[in-house]
């Protein structure tokens, strides 16, 4: 017998899931609410809604419209809300440009996604300039400058200043109807090898993540709980994963919103204290950075809920931010998935700071809708003992379908019909999941697997270290061993025997094979790191190496 | 230039939106949280999880497939909610049936509906019994009993007892994908007039309506807010709009659920307190029920969150819910929206509890993705001051799509592609609506339009008054005039007058018309009710007429 199937009235409305969707309640209900952009601006949702209006029409008499690709290459601001918004529901492509890029790859990825539009900030137009000759499809430009002026034009043949564009442009636009399948964003994701991969969101994909995180975000009993009367500001870039995705969750909700430009430890202090920003997201290192700055070091952070992703939480770090009275836990995600699979909300009452860091750096629980499972070899599933490990597959409705233009890599993304995080995990019998590693930076010594995550957590702990990275290198007797870069805090000094001697204790107490502890520890002035701020252990390997 | 599709790796997995994918975060994390029975069982959602598959093996050996209509005749029970699951993941429809119908009404549903299985619950056996040669199409019948035993077959051939059935069949089985538009319930809207009209919800609309919902209720900055600790009960008939959609949702969230049989005061009020129930939804005559009920006066009900919805809330009710510390609100929506399109959450400060219970009686803010509008007779906007008032008509991702076979019907409740509620509101500036009528309840006096539903919160609120209706009158000078009929609080006494000079008060005062003050009160011991509980104004001004 065939599926029933719904049945539609001709005139019923097929309800397509757009973006523009988010819109609706915070529309009629949060007409008043502010967006703030630096010390520099604010405005309301409803001149907001009418700036959408205005950037379709500056847009689209530059002939963007459906199927147009639109870049965008600027610092976290209203105007990148603007065209998070207004350029998808086109049915255009927002492409949010990696400005940490070299020219060299920004190049070849405005190239790869051929985009029609470029909007640069003022502060890229030198750097634009090196390329702009080899732009293959880029043919209108619009500047983007915090005061109006240019720090000269470089060639660049700009089609107008954004604030002038809009000013001029009608208030009225009607964005249409269209497939919700149709691609809404896309960037590329910066491994440590190869090329720049593009992956890409639809219009269905947005809002089912933006509503499943929404979700689990509200639903937490109390520790790390989002509500509507929270203050947002994004502290991941809004070129990386659409910030995690919480601009649209956040305009979805009606909540004030704040947007701190360039990223400097005193601005984004400033802003949390004078705006009383509430709710936000960034990488370990940043939030290193908040802690370390002398200058911010009175500014009340007590209850700002921070959820930490992109690399691994240190105890020690997510200890002296609960110190700071900070609801700081773990997200885990990655470009590809849009980002957010599991958020770390702590579940249950925790006997002390202690025992509450090490929950919170964990990698976290499911969100709705979310199948996460740990697997062999064979895509069989390992056991939810919290011990055995296997790589993590999902499959959640905001997956990247595959990478742009390139069949074979998104065929190993997708192999066996689940999505390769790449990422080694062990989940307990409570649903929660833990990253052991990265698939490629375990370290494999005497025929057993270390945990580079692992042993940097125990190194962060001890009193003297601020940074820490653990990389495996060639041993001819154990395949390979585990060698630590470390940076000492400012004003304290430890020795190599002084390391080792702490981590020997954690494998003592049994937490650690006695296989981990490391040969080597070399003191360091600074970590390499990737243009988005994660350690680059493919840097560091073949630095060792050589 | 096309739109561009989202593309897609052949291996990827294109994620369909169905009821099976709410169960992944549950199954993750929530395995040991418990599902409640009054007091006669309780079990794990492990133990769920199994018994779904138990279920579909079951039905599956009754010949139960895709396109297949299972019926169930049941009182809220933890078999309705393995219902609510396995039937609509077996890619069959499953039929809530209202069982306060009349046995014809039943009949014409389940024929109208070609139902193919029908679990049925000893209680309505008699009754089944009565319309059983006259079944179409349902040619297999399972028997629910609370103690395995039957009141006598009355010559209906069983398949088995539920509960034998589920422990002869297999604990595996295997949900299959499919398209997300397939049909996954139905059931029969009880309007006053004509014949039931079925309506029908896919999997996508119920996945989107958990979401959307889960996003509002958790999103509350604190009065009324949902959270995963909660412990849920439905007070609205699980074989009504699937109980507004909550047991998906707490499902989902992993919440402990109870489920309550045939409602009554007294096992209500006991398993709210011995479950420590926090979340439920009720119409006001339930909540009235409560709140009166003498036996219960000393149950703890502070702190518990209760939807009011499917009537008009009568602001005295919700002051009495406030003084026992309840934390009521009011939802809208109705049969063909699956429900929920608005909820009344508090927004700001209030300055006392009367104000309290003015703003939780309103209809309440959009929830996300809900498209809602008050228009004219042109379908024109009329304005959002919270004065002018027309038709609510809505789209949003989950309204039944039309009615069962009925394409007349279905036209007009679409016309224009927008869903017409035929209910009549304000909305103000805040985003706040208010639903002042049903388009057929308005009363036409003297060429102005008078609120039933305001004349009837008012007529609440005078100390005496237990329950009112106000309806309108055929009267040959004004065309009509409101009339209103009124219950008295046991102990209690009031005359004609003295309802009359308290709404004649409230006219002075400028809060309504005096055309609107009733120039006749009927003392009487009941009101007319439906089935569901809903004054039927029908039947009044028939009697009235007769």
């Not at 750097?127 to 470089?154: H, N, P, W």
């Not at 809009?166 to 896309?186: G, H, K, V």
């Not at 709710?279 to 700055?293: E, G, K, N, Q, Y």
Request: hydrophobic share 45%; aromatic share 8%; net charge negative.
């Amino acid at each position: 017998m065939p599926l029933e199937p719904a049945g539609a009235t001709p005139s019923a409305y097929a309800y397509p899931m757009l973006v523009k969707q988010l819109l609706h309640s915070a529309r009629a209900t949060a007409g008043g609410q502010e967006i703030v952009y630096r010390d520099r601006q604010r405005h309301s949702y409803r001149q907001f809604f009418e700036r959408l209006n205005r950037l379709a029409n500056a847009l689209a008499g530059l002939g963007v419209g459906p199927g147009s690709t639109v870049a965008v290459m600027d610092w976290d601001s209203h105007r990148y809300l603007e065209a998070f918004f207004a350029v998808p529901m086109m049915g255009a492509v927002l492409q949010t440009v990696n400005v940490r890029l070299s020219p060299e790859q920004i190049l070849y990825t405005l190239n790869h996604a051929r985009a029609d539009v470029l909007l640069v900030n003022a502060e890229f137009v030198p750097m634009l300039a090196i390329i702009k000759d080899q732009l293959e499809t880029v043919k209108r430009f619009i500047l983007i400058s915090d005061d109006g002026a240019t720090l000269g034009s470089f060639g660049i043949p700009y089609a107008g200043e954004y604030e002038a564009l809009l000013a001029a442009a009608s208030p009225d636009y009607d964005f249409p109807d269209f497939d919700e399948n149709t691609r809404a964003t896309t960037f590329y994701t910066t491994g440590t090898t190869g090329l720049p991969k593009g992956v890409y969101f639809s219009h269905r994909q947005l809002v089912l993540h933006t509503l499943a995180v929404a979700t689990a975000l509200g639903s937490a009993a109390g520790q790390g709980r989002v509500h509507r009367d929270d203050v947002y500001m994004p502290i991941t870039p809004m070129f990386h994963v659409h910030a995690w995705g919480m601009p649209y969750l956040a305009t979805m909700l009606g909540m004030k919103q704040v947007y701190p430009g360039r990223y400097s430890p005193d601005m984004l202090l400033k802003l949390i204290a004078s705006e009383g920003v509430s709710f936000s997201h960034c990488v370990p290192t940043i939030l290193h950075m908040l802690l370390a700055d002398k200058a911010g070091a009175d500014v009340d952070l007590s209850g700002c809920k921070m959820i930490i992703g992109g690399a691994a939480f240190p105890k020690g770090l997510a200890a002296a931010a609960l110190a700071r009275g900070m609801d700081v836990f773990s997200g885990y995600g990655m470009s590809e998935t849009c980002p957010i699979l599991t958020i770390a909300h702590v579940r249950s009452a925790l006997p002390d700071v202690d025992a509450e860091a090490a929950e919170r750096i964990r990698t976290g629980y499911p969100i709705p809708l979310v199948d996460l499972r740990t697997v062999d070899g064979d895509m069989l599933d390992v056991s939810r003992d919290g011990k055995a490990t296997g790589e993590i597959v999902v499959r959640t409705p905001w997956l990247t379908q595959g990478y742009l233009h390139n069949p074979a890599a998104s065929q190993d993304l997708w192999a066996g019909g689940y999505l390769h995080t790449g990422d080694i995990g062990a989940i307990d019998p409570r649903g929660m999941l833990t990253v052991t590693d990265r698939l490629k930076d375990v370290i494999k010594t005497g025929g057993e697997w270390v945990s580079s995550l692992e042993l940097e957590s125990i190194v962060s702990q001890h009193p003297a270290v601020t940074e820490v990275a653990v990389v495996g290198v060639k041993d001819d007797k154990w395949g390979e061993r585990p060698l630590a870069m470390v940076v000492v805090k400012a004003g304290q000094a430890a020795t190599a025997d002084d390391i080792k001697a702490h981590v020997q204790r954690f494998a003592d107490e049994g937490h650690i094979s006695k296989f981990a502890v490391p040969d080597r520890v070399l003191f360091v002035d600074s970590l390499a790191r990737t243009s988005v701020g994660k350690l680059n252990k493919k840097a560091m390997r073949e630095q060792l190496a050589g």
